[in-house]
């Protein structure tokens, strides 16, 4: 208790402005200082004689606060730029934007109907084949795998997040389209072809590609926010199913699956996010074609796809704003999509998970 | 104690056996289906260093972009393209997202402003890169009347953000309560025990937050279609002109008729895939080995 009354002597400047309990620090500092080269003694020398000031403190918080706040102000400046750049389209079309199928940029008509229709089929395409497989190896690696394949697995799986978009589309255009047009979409005409889903002309480029790849693409995504989400039920919960003499599968059905099932439609919901703005890796297999057909081998055209193929060959400005007012809607759907998706998983990690059905 | 139902012995056993085969089948269903799952990876990983290794050599590397019908070329103006985009990304997005991260976990902890811009952040990371690329058009391309580096740069920038902000807030999260305290409690003013404290301890974290969105907007190229734009020649310092950029020139080889350059593209590709598993393999390292354990 002593000590710190006999410090503050050599700093008496400081004994103005500070509270007794802050000296004890910066007199240490003053050593270290003189050990220190020059040029960053002078800095530091400023730094010691401010850091204990009265607005040192206020500065600093104000400026993180500032940062923080930018977040807000990104969001808001995005809004704020499409609403107002998309304004002539949206005055001229209205809703009817929304509603019509003519996508004629000569004749100055645009509907967006066609890329809705594509944005939808293609992404819920893709959660259809990614969510199964996404779910079985989230079981396969938390409850099946040796643990030696664990670690292995899952990083090769993170791996697949890694890849770039335009590197699928790469892959997509001369691997996958290919492998579509000769070897899986004959059999699928042959077996499915009553659908009415799969039909000639299949030309590889379709919607059905589009939805393998970005199956592929959002994989990562809903198996490993589900594993967390599975990850997170108690561990009493399976031993207590267990315990009743379930077999492994019934454990993870009653204990695991029921308990976490938000925190799994969170996950679903999050990957649909992510299909519905991708854009690079669609646009180079989806075929490009403004129309609404029930084949999904025939080529598709997606919100995304479309800004990304016309915006920079876009001439006059009703014809820019509406491809920005796509991405206004783009943009619109996929915050709130985000939104929801990230309410259900916050709502299970926070541990409302333990209690019993 | 209520009497067992009367269940004959026969019943049981096949009930118990089905019980058996639904397990046994739900174990084949996942395993076949990781299987099913790592096939495409290995295909494209595989066919990927395949195709690009046959056609990467030093030219690509040293050399402009050769005109249509011409053998060789490369691709250096875009790599450095990328360089200085991504740069130009980090020094704008990372100091942003620090900060904000920073304000969350030590300012605004449990407060209604922290848990919206928690929440903004989070929905931030989840639009579609090619809407950032708009908003980047919009602020600065349709102002300016041409495509720039700058533009690029800030459309990346924005994406960065968000996965910085939470990387940070959730590093120092870990970093202990006692040790703030410890810190505060010697009389060094809060804005020095977060930059020399927190932020110090967790930093390999934080370095680790910084990478992840590196590697995530490295391979991005829908913001940079109309932004960035490309370049077929050298843009090394002007940041008002349009510059080349690795995953762009891709593309544009990609969706070519010249056999030279999809060659060109798969190069491309291997490189920009390399350069990005470098940088999360580091991450790995990284994280197994620095992060530091929360209190107890």
């Given at each position: 208790?002593?000590?710190?009354?006999?410090?503050?002597?050599d700093?008496?400047q400081?004994?103005?402005?500070?509270v007794p309990?802050?000296?004890?620090?910066?007199?240490?500092?003053?050593?270290?200082?003189?050990?220190?080269?020059?040029?960053?003694?002078?800095?530091?020398?400023?730094?010691?004689?401010?850091?204990?000031?009265?607005?040192?403190?206020?500065?600093?918080?104000?400026?993180?606060?500032?940062?923080?706040?930018?977040?807000?102000?990104?969001?808001?400046?995005?809004?704020?730029?499409?609403?107002?750049?998309?304004?002539?389209?949206?005055?001229?079309?209205?809703?009817?934007?929304?509603?019509?199928?003519?996508?004629?940029?000569?004749?100055g008509?645009?509907?967006?109907?066609?890329?809705?229709?594509?944005?939808?089929?293609?992404?819920?395409?893709?959660?259809?084949?990614?969510?199964?497989?996404?779910?079985?190896?989230?079981?396969?690696?938390?409850?099946?795998?040796?643990?030696?394949?664990?670690?292995p697995?899952?990083?090769?799986?993170?791996?697949?997040?890694?890849?770039?978009?335009?590197?699928?589309?790469?892959?997509?255009?001369?691997?996958?389209?290919?492998?579509?047009?000769?070897?899986?979409?004959?059999?699928?005409?042959?077996?499915?072809?009553w659908?009415?889903?799969?039909a000639?002309?299949?030309?590889?480029?379709s919607?059905?590609?589009a939805?393998?790849?970005?199956?592929?693409?959002?994989?990562?995504?809903?198996?490993?926010?589900s594993?967390?989400?599975?990850?997170?039920?108690?561990?009493?919960?399976?031993?207590?199913?267990?315990?009743?003499?379930?077999?492994?599968?019934?454990?993870?059905r009653?204990?695991?699956?029921?308990?976490?099932?938000?925190?799994i439609?969170?996950?679903?919901?999050?990957?649909?996010?992510?299909?519905?703005?991708e854009?690079?890796a669609?646009t180079?297999?989806?075929?490009?074609?403004?129309?609404?057909?029930?084949?999904l081998?025939?080529?598709?055209?997606?919100?995304?796809?479309v800004?990304?193929?016309?915006?920079?060959?876009?001439?006059?400005?009703?014809?820019?704003?509406?491809?920005?007012?796509?991405?206004?809607?783009?943009?619109?759907?996929?915050?709130?999509?985000?939104?929801?998706?990230?309410l259900?998983?916050w709502?299970?990690?926070?541990?409302?998970?333990?209690?019993?059905? | 104690?209520?009497?067992l139902?009367?269940?004959?012995?026969?019943?049981?056993?096949?009930?118990?056996?089905?019980?058996?085969?639904?397990?046994?089948?739900?174990?084949?269903?996942?395993?076949?289906?990781?299987?099913?799952?790592?096939?495409?990876?290995?295909?494209?990983?595989?066919?990927?260093?395949?195709?690009?290794?046959?056609?990467?050599?030093?030219?690509?590397?040293?050399?402009?972009?050769?005109?249509?019908?011409?053998?060789?070329?490369?691709?250096?103006?875009?790599?450095?393209?990328?360089?200085?985009?991504?740069?130009?990304?980090?020094?704008?997005?990372?100091?942003?997202g620090?900060?904000?991260?920073?304000?969350?976990?030590?300012?605004?902890?449990?407060?209604?402003?922290?848990?919206?811009?928690?929440?903004?952040?989070?929905?931030?990371?989840?639009?579609?890169?090619?809407?950032?690329?708009?908003?980047?058009?919009?602020?600065?391309?349709?102002?300016?009347?041409?495509?720039?580096?700058?533009?690029?740069?800030?459309?990346?920038?924005?994406?960065?953000?968000?996965?910085?902000?939470?990387?940070?807030?959730?590093?120092?999260?870990?970093?202990?309560?006692?040790?703030?305290?410890?810190?505060?409690?010697?009389?060094?003013?809060?804005?020095?025990t977060?930059l020399?404290?927190?932020?110090?301890?967790?930093?390999?974290?934080?370095?680790?937050?910084?990478?992840?969105?590196?590697?995530?907007?490295?391979?991005?190229t829908?913001?940079?279609?109309?932004?960035?734009?490309?370049?077929?020649?050298?843009?090394?310092?002007?940041?008002?002109?349009?510059?080349?950029?690795?995953?762009?020139?891709?593309?544009?080889?990609a969706?070519?008729?010249?056999?030279?350059?999809?060659?060109?593209?798969?190069?491309?590709?291997?490189?920009l895939?390399?350069?990005?598993?470098?940088?999360?393999?580091?991450?790995?390292?990284?994280?197994?080995?620095?992060?530091?354990?929360?209190g107890?």
């Open positions: 208790m002593n000590e710190p009354k006999t410090v503050p002597v700093r008496p400081m004994q103005k402005v500070v309990q802050e000296r004890a620090v910066p007199t240490e500092r003053t050593v270290e200082t003189a050990a220190t080269p020059a040029g960053l003694s002078v800095v530091r020398s400023f730094l010691l004689a401010k850091s204990s000031g009265r607005y040192a403190d206020g500065a600093f918080a104000s400026l993180m606060v500032v940062c923080a706040l930018s977040v807000f102000a990104i969001v808001l400046l995005i809004v704020f730029v499409l609403i107002s750049k998309s304004m002539p389209s949206i005055h001229q079309f209205g809703w009817r934007f929304f509603e019509t199928r003519t996508w004629d940029p000569v004749s008509q645009f509907g967006a109907l066609p890329f809705i229709y594509g944005t939808v089929v293609s992404s819920l395409l893709a959660v259809l084949i990614a969510v199964p497989l996404a779910l079985a190896v989230s079981i396969f690696l938390l409850d099946i795998c040796p643990r030696f394949l664990r670690g697995i899952s990083f090769l799986t993170e791996l697949l997040a890694a890849i770039p978009s335009v590197v699928y589309g790469l892959w997509g255009v001369f691997v996958l389209v290919p492998i579509i047009r000769d070897q899986v979409g004959p059999v699928l005409e042959k077996y499915l072809g659908t009415g889903f799969f000639e002309p299949n030309f590889g480029v919607m059905f590609s939805g393998v790849i970005l199956a592929i693409m959002i994989f990562p995504v809903i198996s490993s926010i594993r967390d989400v599975m990850r997170a039920v108690p561990v009493n919960q399976r031993e207590a199913v267990l315990a009743l003499g379930a077999t492994r599968w019934e454990m993870l009653i204990g695991v699956l029921r308990n976490s099932r938000m925190g439609v969170g996950s679903v919901i999050l990957g649909l996010g992510r299909a519905l703005g854009t690079m669609v180079m297999v989806i075929g490009n074609h403004p129309d609404i057909l029930k084949n081998l025939a080529p598709g055209y997606t919100l995304a796809s800004i990304a193929n016309e915006f920079t060959e876009a001439t006059g400005d009703l014809y820019l704003s509406a491809l920005i007012e796509i991405g206004l809607a783009l943009f619109l759907v996929t915050i709130v999509v985000n939104a929801i998706a990230r259900l998983v709502a299970v990690m926070r541990g409302n998970t333990a209690r019993a059905h | 104690m209520s009497p139902p009367v269940r004959s012995r026969h019943l049981e056993r096949l009930l118990e056996l089905r019980r058996s085969a639904t397990n046994h089948a739900v174990t084949a269903l996942a395993v076949v289906s990781t299987v099913l799952v790592l096939v495409p990876l290995v295909a494209i990983v595989g066919y990927l260093i395949y195709k690009g290794a046959s056609s990467l050599n030093l030219a690509f590397f040293t050399h402009l972009p050769a005109p249509v019908g011409e053998k060789g070329g490369g691709m250096a103006n875009a790599i450095a393209g990328s360089g200085l985009l991504l740069g130009l990304a980090s020094l704008m997005g990372i100091p942003l620090i900060g904000a991260g920073v304000y969350l976990s030590e300012y605004a902890h449990g407060t209604w402003l922290g848990s919206a811009v928690r929440f903004t952040a989070d929905v931030l990371n989840g639009v579609p890169s090619i809407v950032m690329g708009i908003a980047a058009y919009a602020l600065i391309v349709a102002r300016q009347q041409h495509f720039s580096a700058l533009s690029g740069g800030v459309a990346l920038a924005i994406m960065m953000v968000p996965t910085v902000t939470r990387t940070t807030e959730e590093m120092l999260a870990t970093v202990p309560n006692p040790v703030r305290e410890a810190a505060l409690g010697l009389g060094i003013p809060k804005w020095r977060v020399s404290v927190s932020l110090r301890t967790a930093s390999p974290g934080i370095i680790t937050g910084c990478m992840l969105a590196f590697a995530r907007v490295a391979g991005e829908a913001p940079l279609l109309f932004t960035a734009f490309g370049n077929q020649f050298w843009n090394l310092f002007n940041l008002n002109q349009p510059i080349a950029a690795l995953p762009l020139q891709i593309y544009v080889y969706i070519s008729p010249y056999d030279d350059w999809h060659r060109l593209a798969w190069a491309g590709a291997l490189v895939v390399v350069m990005i598993m470098i940088a999360v393999t580091l991450v790995r390292i990284f994280a197994n080995r620095g992060v530091l354990k929360g107890h």
